[in-house]
């Protein structure tokens, strides 16, 4: 399994049978993967019960994600109107959303759109960062280069203020609460400490610490 299989696998957890959920693009896009039965997924440009990506003749123009993906839809899936679509991420009916982060504050300010010199435009991530019940980012700890993408405060273009609930790592899981970053999950093999230094903002342990795959 690969690393960002790991981290989906994990992320996938959060949703049950029945959630309505929405996932970015990246690593989230592979939480369809390991979800259990009955979840039903949504892309914002109109449809409610996305399924696998299509592969050869499953492929159509009347099934694709706001990715431009295209995929196989499942028994009594719904197609509607983007209007209608952002009415339920603004209206509070997305029980989850994961999205991956370029920045991420320790207050839960999320930054995932633009950083100097690369903008693709922010889509429907500001609104999903709001609208949604529960606000998981699904990334890797750090950048390619090394730094890190848990900040004291976002140097990028903002996408949300104080929105996020959880970060999914291949390290572990972070919480976001009133009182700071809490580790709650670490993957087998690494230390709170050693995720410490990969990130800028003080790290708080919980008492419950477990190992990250027995979720």
């Known amino acids: ?37 009955g979840v039903l997924f949504q892309t914002e440009n109109g449809y409610l019960g996305t399924g696998a990506e299509a592969h050869g003749l499953e492929k ?8 431009a993906v295209e995929f196989v839809p499942v028994k009594g899936g719904s197609a509607f109107s983007h ?3 952002f009415g339920m991420i603004r209206g509070g009916r997305v029980d989850a959303t994961v999205l991956g982060a370029l920045q991420v504050a320790e207050n839960g300010d999320l930054a995932n759109w633009a950083s100097p010199g690369r903008a693709f435009g922010m889509g429907g991530a500001m609104d999903l960062a709001i609208g949604a019940k529960k606000v998981i980012l699904a990334m890797e700890m750090c950048t390619k280069d090394g730094k890190p993408k848990i900040v004291k405060e976002c140097t990028f273009p903002l996408t949300g203020l104080k929105c996020v609930d959880y970060i999914v790592t291949e390290y572990g899981v972070i919480e976001v609460t009133d009182q700071g970053l809490l580790l ?5 093999g690494h230390t709170p400490e050693e995720i410490q230094s990969m990130i800028e903002p003080e790290l708080h342990v919980s008492e419950d610490l477990i190992p990250m795959y027995e979720v």
């Open 1 to 37: 399994m690969t690393t960002r299989e790991i981290i989906a696998r994990r992320a996938a957890k959060y949703f049950h049978s029945g959630d309505v959920v929405n996932l970015g693009i990246g690593i989230p896009s592979l939480c369809t993967e390991f979800s259990e039965p």
């Open 60 to 67: 159509t123009e009347s099934y694709c994600n706001a990715s």
């Open 83 to 85: 209007t209608m679509s």
């Open 184 to 188: 709650t999950e670490i993957a087998p």
